[in-house]
């Protein structure tokens, strides 16, 4: 068993408009506009880098000059992209976003087509490296197919960022052998078929998920934190205090962070559960997409920062 981690999915050419004033529709609103290299794959990818974690990324990019400056900024990063993919026909993918004026996700469009060249017949040809990591992380940006062809290769643990409720419906009713998946509210109701209100609710979804086969569960509660569960319970997990700045990657920066604390096997799953706030408000407080001053010691600072709210919900 290596100390790797394989990470599956889109790296994205982002745009984001960031406006100073309260959003008006149909009209131009005065602001900034950033470009930056995102993708919830890549994002995850460039986290684990960042928190000392070997990392090999599969995704993606094409010739174009975008796509060639994505894949070098990302080994510059330190992020081994040798298994990646290039075209030569299609297009990098890119992801265009607009916050609100308090920094929160008002509007997105992505084109992630190209990720559909990760078929399983090219995940078949890498389950060697996949199956000498310590785990493998897939965004469902890829196929259902690719993804139904990871689970059933896989030896070791695979782990699912759900990204949206959309890419979601590749994996509803297909959860069995997924060892650690991290929605959010919306994504949770829609796999479970459990609408959300409250504390009781987050029970009955988190028990859902573990009656499907899931062995971890990570729910993104927003402001109230994670609602954490395995088989030996289910907790509510308060979120560390920060000033908003943009949310946009803080969730691919909790999916890294949950990936980076399992490493240790003596944290318990409430651990993991505080090391995902602590780096995700890190990323809540930076323009960026990926917090630039994130790392191990840096995470573990804000992890013992403050005396977070736990709460066994069963």
């Known amino acids: 068993m290596k100390d790797y981690i394989v990470v599956i999915g889109a790296s994205n050419i982002d745009i984001g408009g960031h406006p100073y004033n309260k959003l008006v529709a149909g009209d131009s609103n ?19 880098t960042l928190l000392g974690v070997d990392t090999k990324l599969i995704t993606a ?24 993919l290039i075209s030569d026909d299609i297009h990098s993918s890119m992801y265009i976003y607009i ?24 995940i078949d040809s890498l389950k060697d490296l996949i199956n000498h990591s310590a785990a493998v992380i897939s965004d469902s940006n890829i196929s259902r197919d690719s993804l139904m062809h990871l689970l059933d290769i896989c ?10 409720t959309a ?13 650690t998946i991290k929605p959010n509210k919306l994504e949770a109701e829609y796999l479970t078929d459990i609408t959300i209100n409250d504390d009781s609710d987050y029970v009955k979804a988190a028990q859902s998920f573990l009656d499907q086969g899931v062995k971890r569960i990570f729910i993104s509660a927003g402001h109230e934190g994670i609602i954490a569960a395995d088989t030996d319970g289910i907790y509510k997990v308060s979120s560390y205090p920060s000033e908003i700045v943009s949310t946009t990657g803080a969730g691919d920066s909790a999916m890294a962070a949950i990936a980076w604390a399992s490493m240790n ?4 799953i409430t651990d993991i559960a505080k090391a995902a706030n602590a780096v995700a408000s890190m990323t809540l407080e930076v323009k960026e ?26």
């Open 30 to 48: 005065p602001g900034r506009i950033s470009i930056s290299y995102g993708g919830v794959g890549r994002n995850i990818a460039h986290n684990l």
């Open 61 to 84: 990019a094409g010739q174009d000059v975008l796509g060639r400056e994505m894949l070098r900024y990302c080994r510059d990063t330190g992020i081994d992209t040798d298994h990646s």
């Open 99 to 122: 916050n609100d004026d308090g920094g929160n996700m008002e509007l997105a469009v992505s084109h992630v087509e190209i990720t559909d060249l990760i078929d399983p017949d090219y």
């Open 155 to 164: 030896k070791v643990p695979v782990y699912i960022d759900t990204v949206s």
């Open 167 to 179: 890419h979601s419906s590749k994996i509803k009713g297909c959860l069995n052998g997924i060892d």
């Open 265 to 268: 096997k003596n944290n318990s």
């Open 289 to 314: 997409t990926n917090n630039p001053y994130l790392s191990r010691e840096s995470a573990l600072k804000k992890i013992n920062s403050a005396d977070v709210e736990v709460i066994r919900l069963k």
